[in-house]
């Protein structure tokens, strides 16, 4: 397995499907300073489904590093 050891913010929905959640979940498993987020109100189209706490989420993730 890689391991990487760069900030990375990983987002999935509340509703996406489980496939594409189950890859989120590896890769946030492949670094260490990964942060997986879950999106509430949200599918695979996360960032257009609910933009205001995308844009939460991101603007935080980025004012910690």
Request: with cysteine; net charge negative.
């Amino acid at each position: 397995m890689i391991n990487l050891q760069t900030p990375t913010l990983l987002i999935k929905g509340d509703r996406t499907p489980k496939v594409i959640g189950e890859i989120a979940n590896v890769l946030a498993q492949c670094n260490e300073d990964s942060e997986l987020e879950i999106l509430s109100d949200a599918s695979h189209g996360l960032e257009n489904e609910n933009p205001v706490e995308f844009n939460r989420i991101v603007i935080d993730f980025i004012g910690k590093n």
